[in-house]
């Protein structure tokens, strides 16, 4: 039976968050440098991107690169920023034509200077895009984002801008560099791993995981149908019990 099929378009997540691991792995099966996976996976990045979009997913979450990926070999992070600037500008006619806004969060600035401007026009060019939002976790850290907005909202409190009794959940979620995204409510690691690795760990208190066995670069759309319908199949309680679900 087609997968796609079995989902059901009424109860898609709002907002999908994606690890993508095994590129390097993908490659090493293959005989091939690790660079070689990541470029096989961009074409996985476009695939999934465009089957969320046609699904009606409004937010889809990559993680692209973390902080702790800069301890990586000097010559796989050079490549890989620059992989990341020459699909920035060859994929901008992709996200318009399938009406897709993109969003990055992280520690932007400290990107190479190339990387920051390709991602920048990248954002600029299709912030008029209303389909669906890609948002690119690039140089991010879930630890990372709680500091900033920690250390934000402790600058209000000591300028007398925010009392110290508001200094509540709302007040970090509305801090964190995803505030003005929806919580993610299914989150999709590949390649066998079942960790979250740093990502958006105060987003992720109530998420729904799905973990796929599967390298990045084979990730297709019948495994992200997969996942989909493994989520639907999941009751999702926030602490209550069953009989207090409303179906």
Same mark, same amino acid.
């Given at each position: 039976?087609?997968?796609?099929?079995?989902?059901?378009?009424?109860?898609?997540?709002?907002?999908?968050?994606?690890?993508?691991?095994?590129?390097?792995?993908?490659?090493?099966?293959?005989?091939?440098?690790?660079?070689?996976?990541?470029?096989?996976?961009?074409?996985?990045?476009?695939?999934?991107?465009?089957?969320?979009?046609?699904?009606?997913?409004?937010?889809?979450?990559?993680?692209?690169?973390?902080? +702790?990926?800069?301890? /990586?070999?000097?010559? #796989?992070?050079?490549?890989?920023?620059? $992989? =990341?600037?020459?699909?920035? &500008?060859? !994929?901008?006619?992709?996200?318009?034509?399938?009406?897709?806004?993109?969003?990055?969060?992280?520690?932007?600035?400290?990107?190479?200077?190339?990387?920051?401007?390709?991602?920048?026009?990248?954002?600029?060019?299709?912030?008029?895009?209303?389909?669906?939002?890609?948002?690119?976790?690039?140089?991010?850290?879930?630890?990372?984002?709680?500091?900033?907005?920690?250390?934000?909202?402790?600058?209000?409190?000591?300028?007398?801008?925010?009392?110290?009794?508001?200094?509540?959940?709302?007040?970090?979620?509305?801090?964190?560099?995803?505030?003005?995204?929806?919580?993610? +409510?299914?989150?999709? /690691?590949?390649?066998? #791993?079942?960790?979250?690795?740093?990502? $958006? =760990?105060?987003?992720?208190? &109530?998420? !729904?995981?799905?973990?796929?066995?599967?390298?990045?670069?084979?990730?297709?759309?019948?495994?992200?149908?997969?996942?989909?319908?493994?989520?639907?199949?999941?009751?999702?309680?926030?602490?209550?019990?069953?009989?207090?679900?409303?179906?």
């Amino acid at each position: 039976m087609d997968l796609k099929l079995q989902i059901d378009l009424e109860r898609l997540p709002h907002h999908v968050a994606i690890i993508m691991d095994g590129n390097g792995r993908w490659a090493k099966k293959h005989g091939k440098p690790r660079i070689f996976g990541h470029r096989n996976g961009v074409k996985t990045v476009r695939e999934i991107t465009e089957t969320a979009a046609e699904l009606g997913i409004s937010y889809l979450t990559l993680y692209a690169f973390s902080t +702790e990926n800069w301890s /990586r070999p000097k010559r #796989e992070v050079s490549a890989i920023m620059q $992989l =990341l600037v020459d699909t920035l &500008y060859k !994929e901008i006619n992709t996200l318009n034509k399938n009406d897709i806004r993109l969003k990055a969060i992280g520690e932007l600035h400290s990107l190479p200077a190339s990387t920051h401007k390709a991602l920048k026009e990248g954002i600029a060019n299709t912030a008029a895009n209303q389909r669906m939002t890609l948002v690119l976790a690039l140089n991010y850290s879930g630890r990372w984002d709680i500091v900033q907005a920690s250390q934000k909202l402790a600058q209000q409190v000591s300028e007398g801008l925010l009392p110290l009794e508001a200094l509540d959940e709302h007040a970090i979620q509305g801090a964190l560099s995803t505030a003005d995204m929806p919580e993610p +409510e299914l989150l999709i /690691r590949t390649s066998g #791993e079942h960790r979250l690795s740093n990502f $958006l =760990l105060w987003e992720c208190a &109530y998420t !729904e995981f799905h973990f796929s066995p599967v390298f990045w670069p084979d990730f297709g759309k019948e495994h992200f149908y997969q996942a989909l319908i493994d989520f639907q199949n999941r009751e999702r309680r926030f602490g209550k019990i069953s009989e207090q679900i409303i179906h």
